[in-house]
């Protein structure tokens, strides 16, 4: 099986071929995404940083789309919205709030975690488990909330 940025390549061929032109630059643009992203690292990018590349890149759409929202502009919000689809596609499924909240619980009976000050020691395994299927914000205010009870 190819690496994501292979996937997204072959992708972006169909979509060139079937004339899917908001599909293939989206695309293109994710392609862009990830050379850089391997231009800025020195190498090859693992599964992992090709993961972070696409989660920076539908975090960009959102944080766009909020400004969108704010500016009264429809026309880019769904433009924006349109992207993020496509970039979510590749990203594997996020886990809900629940189930943050149940791995931030198990991580922190593991670290043996008592109080705030024991924030990095749980964020650190957290994230590891999480591996890129939810936000750190979301875990590290739930982790603050857990720990200062």
């Known amino acids: 099986m190819g690496t994501t940025a292979d996937t997204i390549r072959a992708q972006?061929?169909?979509?060139?071929?079937?004339?899917?032109?908001?599909?293939?630059?989206?695309?293109?643009?994710?392609?862009?995404?990830?050379?850089?992203?391997?231009?800025?690292v020195g190498h090859e990018l693992s599964e992992e940083e090709a993961l972070r590349v696409l989660q920076k890149e539908a975090k960009q759409r959102r944080e766009s789309m909020d400004e969108y929202l704010k500016g009264s502009r429809p026309?880019?919000?769904?433009?924006?919205?349109?992207?993020?689809?496509?970039?979510?596609?590749?990203?594997?499924?996020?886990?809900?709030?629940?189930?943050?909240?149940?791995?931030?619980?198990?991580?922190?009976?593991?670290?043996s975690a008592v109080g705030i000050d024991d924030l990095g020691r749980v964020m650190r395994p957290l994230m590891q488990k999480l591996d890129g299927r939810a936000?750190?914000?979301?875990?590290?205010?739930?982790?603050?909330?857990?720990?200062?009870?």
Not at 96 to 103: C, I, K, N, S, Y
Not at 135 to 149: H, K, P, Q, T, Y
């Open 12 to 40: 972006m061929l169909i979509a060139t071929k079937s004339g899917d032109q908001s599909r293939r630059d989206t695309l293109r643009l994710l392609i862009a995404a990830l050379e850089n992203g391997r231009i800025e």
């Open 75 to 111: 026309d880019l919000v769904a433009l924006e919205q349109q992207e993020l689809q496509i970039i979510e596609e590749y990203i594997p499924d996020q886990l809900d709030t629940e189930a943050v909240r149940q791995l931030v619980e198990e991580t922190i009976a593991e670290v």
């Open 135 to 149: 936000d750190g914000r979301v875990a590290n205010v739930i982790v603050r909330e857990l720990l200062s009870d």
